[in-house]
């Protein structure tokens, strides 16, 4: 791959990193709120709606849906899951991600950053709904 490749094709990659990682997102959602994919437990579990875990739930399901339209918005709700998945569970283990099972916490944390910053770019609603009249 030649730069000028990586270059010219740079929105679509984008839209396919943001596109995945909603899905991503999205399915940890569906685990929290629906039992899906095993629940919380592996056997279909769910967590309560109004407790600390449903609003994680809740910002994890419809936040992922949301990364083409509101996309800055819902970086930021899952900047702040991350941040608080990190506080409540991962650091009484340790600080190091891969001994206290948070790679993936920062890993989605690294990912709603650069997606604050960018936004939904070339193909997201946002462009369709907001867009400036100069």
């Known amino acids: 791959m030649t730069t000028k490749f990586l270059k010219e ?3 679509y990659f984008y839209f396919a990193f943001r596109v995945l990682v ?3 997102f999205i399915q940890h959602g569906a685990q929290k709120l ?3 994919f095993g629940g919380v437990t592996g056997e279909g579990s769910t ?3 109004f407790s600390l875990f ?3 739930g809740v910002i994890e399901f ?3 849906l949301l990364f083409g339209f509101l996309t800055r918005w819902a970086a930021l709700f899952g900047i702040f ?3 608080g998945a990190w506080i409540k569970v991962h650091i009484k283990i340790g600080w190091i991600p891969i001994l206290n099972q948070g790679e993936l916490v920062v890993l989605f944390f690294a990912s709603f950053l650069i997606i604050l910053v960018y936004g939904a770019k070339k193909w997201g609603l946002d462009n369709l709904l907001f867009r400036s009249k100069k």
Do not use: E, I, S
């Open 9 to 11: 094709n740079a929105d």
């Open 34 to 36: 629906f039992g899906a």
């Open 54 to 56: 449903g609003l994680a």
């Open 62 to 64: 419809f936040g992922g």
């Open 22 to 24: 909603g899905l991503m």
């Open 81 to 83: 899951d991350m941040l």
């Open 47 to 49: 967590v309560q709606l």
